[in-house]
């Protein structure tokens, strides 16, 4: 190759001596510096001397050979510059020491390797993005078929309620209208069965969605009393035998024997647990028979619900109380909403539940209940009535407060009606009743908040809250509140006629 013309050599020469900065250092064989030339300015030779430089490069060479060239590239100097050191050796064992300043090429190769780094780092970090946002994926994606599954549950709840309600009610308005129309003793009570029995249905399809719905919203309140055995297994049998009889099936409730008085249960949720069952076993069993049975076996009151239908494999018995399940059973319609309601309602009454079951052999639901608390409510031998009882109703529902009115005066009791709070803290101011009955849900001032002006203006008589609120907590609210007793809609009259004796007992003279 052929040299540079000698005005580009001297650009050159000058150029990279600019750049670099050198600077010479010519020792002798014992590391004595002999000679120091170049940009010893830029290093800061001239204001420390190069004692702690020398001291430095020696200990940078120790061990190597000094006869031969050596290139040490990056060395950190003390004050703080890098520098290429390269050693070439000369005559009689002397030789030089050439740094070349590296501080500029240290800096990018830094930012170089940051930006390595950098990259590294963002690739990672691209890496853990992509992982989380296939993650966020797949949960979207779950959540979408949840909420498909939900919306498609969702369409077939309503479409099967709506067959389920439109059933009993196109019933009860057709009866209506044969009353409207008038007709012989005959026809008018079979009639008022009817209606009786539709409604019935109505109630427990309401009380299972209501249920289904407490679940989240609190405790489900207990209503223990006595119960009516005889009574509740004449109303089973009348609410289910018209459809058994119109499925040609052999339909048998039987009533054993009666739990003692002291014995109480909740009438209502084992009503509906009983409706639910035998709703069902008459659904899936196409021909043979249905078979319950209630009655106290001395410890328990249990019940047991046995059909001829169509069965269970034990596939799907492991899912038949889950909510919203239509698959265990095939050949009819449902809510599928029942037998989870069921489970529920018993293990809140405390009690177990057992199914045995094989496809083709039909189904046997066993339930045993144990006894619910007292109330401590006496009970009200029918023929026995207070006479003279004053009475306040508040309640905004017209037809809610003429019922309360009939059922009040068939216990001998005087009524009066208030539709809001204000109105009734007025009549009281007028003429303090020896009862009141007051909603929760009232217009302006609520029930409670009614209830516990009427207790602070010093009202002694009793005061009994009644509320379509089912829950635990609400009945504690409305006892906080001064409330003797906290009822629930729609109403247990026998009930109701306990605790309206138990308070008129109380107001009696004595």
Request: charge should be negative; glycine fraction near 10%.
């Amino acid at each position: 190759m052929s040299e540079f013309p000698q005005a580009v050599e001297n650009y050159l020469s000058q150029a990279l001596r600019d750049r670099a900065h050198p600077l010479l250092l010519s020792f002798d064989a014992q590391w004595q510096l002999t000679e120091v030339s170049g940009a010893a300015g830029y290093h800061g030779l001239e204001q420390g001397g190069p004692a702690e430089l020398v001291q430095q490069l020696q200990d940078l060479f120790l061990g190597l050979p000094l006869d031969q060239t050596q290139d040490l590239p990056f060395v950190e100097l003390s004050d703080g510059r890098h520098a290429h050191v390269h050693l070439v050796p000369d005559a009689n064992d002397t030789f030089h020491l050439l740094l070349l300043d590296a501080s500029e090429e240290h800096e990018r190769t830094q930012s170089q390797q940051q930006l390595g780094n950098q990259a590294v780092l963002a690739g990672l970090e691209k890496s853990r993005t992509l992982a989380r946002l296939r993650q966020i994926k797949s949960e979207l994606e779950q959540q979408r078929a949840r909420l498909e599954e939900a919306n498609a549950l969702k369409n077939a709840l309503f479409a099967t309620l709506s067959h389920e309600f439109r059933t009993p009610l196109t019933s009860i308005f057709g009866y209506l209208h044969l009353l409207e129309r008038g007709g012989g003793e005959g026809g008018r009570a079979q009639a008022l069965q009817a209606l009786r029995r539709n409604a019935s249905h109505l109630f427990a399809l309401a009380e299972n969605l209501l249920e289904y719905g407490r679940s989240e919203a609190g405790e489900t309140l207990l209503d223990a009393a006595e119960l009516p055995l005889a009574t509740l297994v004449d109303d089973l049998d009348a609410m289910f035998r018209p459809l058994a009889a119109e499925k040609g099936l052999a339909l048998v409730i039987e009533a054993g024997e009666a739990p003692p008085a002291t014995a109480l249960f909740d009438q209502i949720k084992i009503r509906q647990v009983a409706i639910n069952l035998l709703s069902n076993a008459l659904r899936y069993t196409p021909k043979g028979y249905v078979r319950g049975q209630l009655g106290w076996d001395g410890a328990l009151l249990r019940l047991e619900v046995s059909d001829t239908g169509l069965g269970i494999d034990a596939a799907s018995r492991a899912r038949v109380f889950k909510a919203f399940n239509r698959g265990a059973q095939h050949g009819g319609r449902g809510a599928g909403l029942g037998l989870s309601i069921v489970k529920r309602l018993v293990e809140r009454m405390g009690g177990e539940i057992e199914l045995d079951s094989a496809p083709g052999l039909g189904s046997t639901f066993r339930i045993a209940l144990p006894a619910l608390g007292a109330t401590g409510l006496p009970a009200l031998p029918q023929e026995q009535r207070r006479r003279g009882l004053d009475a306040l109703i508040v309640d905004d529902d017209p037809d809610v407060a003429a019922l309360l009115e009939v059922l009040l005066g068939d216990l001998g009791a005087t009524t009066r009606v208030a539709s809001t709070a204000a109105a009734a803290l007025a009549e009281v101011g007028q003429r303090a009743p020896d009862l009141v009955l007051v909603d929760v849900e009232l217009p302006g001032l609520s029930g409670n908040a009614a209830v516990f002006q009427l207790r602070s203006q010093g009202y002694k008589g009793g005061i009994v809250t009644v509320s379509a609120n089912a829950t635990e907590e609400a009945r504690r609210a409305a006892l906080a509140a001064g409330a003797d007793h906290y009822l629930t809609k729609p109403l247990d009259f026998a009930q109701f006629a306990r605790v309206v004796q138990s308070l008129g007992e109380r107001a009696a003279p004595p």
